[in-house]
């Protein structure tokens, strides 16, 4: 059976807001995502989850939290009614659009937030998808130039070997769950 993590909008959001103030309040899409990735993955292999949640595609891009670009994309086609979302997009550039509530964020979030961010904050957005592009994750689940799915047991291809057996124990805590 595959793991999964149910998507957590509020805090997904949140992630991307701390992310988007941390640098002035505006940040290329491609950034964005790449960096939310990057976070994902690393909160994955230390603590057995990710901050975000929900599946992710490996696209011609890199891979994507499927559900927080839907977000995005959504909120600036103007396709979610009433519901509220803190971004606002121009052209590649998306911009916070509320403060960030550190509040939906748990320690551990933060933490793999800030560790993110100064190793891969200052990067070119293309540098970070070339990143993603040599990842065994990636490669493994090349999408030419469409998309598939990207398996979160995959991202475990290169996990550093202090974390080799996280993926283990997240297995046996979805097995125990039932």
């Known amino acids: 059976m595959p793991v999964t993590f149910p ?5 997904a959001h949140q992630a991307a807001l701390w992310f988007l103030h941390r640098h002035g309040g505006a940040w290329d899409i491609l950034k964005l995502v790449k960096l939310s990735f990057f976070a994902d993955r690393l909160h994955l292999f230390r603590y057995g989850r990710p901050i975000t949640g929900g ?3 490996a696209l011609p891009h890199g891979p994507v ?4 670009s839907d977000d995005i ?3 600036v086609a103007g396709v979610r009614g009433t519901e509220e979302y803190p971004f606002a997009r121009e052209g590649n550039v998306i911009h916070a659009t509320a403060d960030v509530d550190e509040e939906y964020l748990s320690e551990s979030d933060l933490e793999v937030l800030e560790e993110t961010d100064q190793e891969y904050g200052a990067m070119d957005p293309f540098h970070l998808r070339d990143l993603t592009h040599e990842l065994k994750a990636y490669t493994k689940n090349d999408p030419g130039s469409g998309s598939r799915d990207l398996p979160y047991e995959d991202f475990f291809e290169d996990a550093p070997p202090e ?7 997240i297995r046996e805590d979805d097995e125990a769950r039932g």
């Open 55 to 57: 599946a992710y595609a």
């Open 73 to 75: 994309k959504a909120r």
């Open 163 to 169: 974390n080799s057996g996280m993926l283990e124990i």
């Open 7 to 11: 998507y957590n909008r509020k805090k």
């Open 65 to 68: 939290a499927e559900a927080l």
